[in-house]
């Protein structure tokens, strides 16, 4: 069975640091694309990074370029999101997705990633000033 299991959000004073981690099961990192995902309230959900773990190339939201990495362990079958500089915008629901089909384009996960997909049960990130 496929699972991935966020974990690491949490409640951050502005200017500082997270790190998020999804754990996946049931499947081998090194053929997918992953991504982290966001839902604020009343915003649409939004993709924030993703990557492909077979040769480690990544894709970034604007508004978390330079803030945030992401990163694969395939050893440990996790994927991870290093959050710097955290702002109150950042303030949301973070989830871990597997996106398909195999061979999809990172900018096509970024934006198609959806119900077909599979998600973790997502983590919460508060930023207050």
């Known amino acids: 069975e496929v699972q991935l299991v966020e974990s690491g959000g949490g409640l951050v004073q502005a200017g500082g640091s997270l790190r998020l981690s999804c754990a996946a099961v049931g499947f081998t990192l090194d053929d997918w694309v992953l991504g982290w995902f966001r839902k604020a309230p009343g915003k649409e959900r939004e993709g924030v990074s993703c990557?492909?773990?077979?040769?480690?190339?990544?894709i970034y939201a604007d508004s978390v370029k330079g803030r945030f990495t992401i990163s694969s362990d395939n050893t440990k079958n996790t994927i991870y999101l290093q959050m710097n500089s955290l702002q109150p915008e950042d303030t949301a629901m973070y989830y871990c997705?597997?996106?398909?089909?195999?061979?999809?384009?990172?900018?096509?996960?970024?934006?198609?990633?959806?119900?077909?997909?599979?998600w973790g049960q997502g983590t919460q990130v508060t930023v207050f000033t």
């Open positions: 990557i492909d773990a077979g040769d480690g190339s990544t």
């Open positions: 997705a597997r996106v398909g089909p195999l061979g999809i384009t990172l900018s096509q996960a970024m934006t198609l990633a959806g119900e077909d997909d599979f």
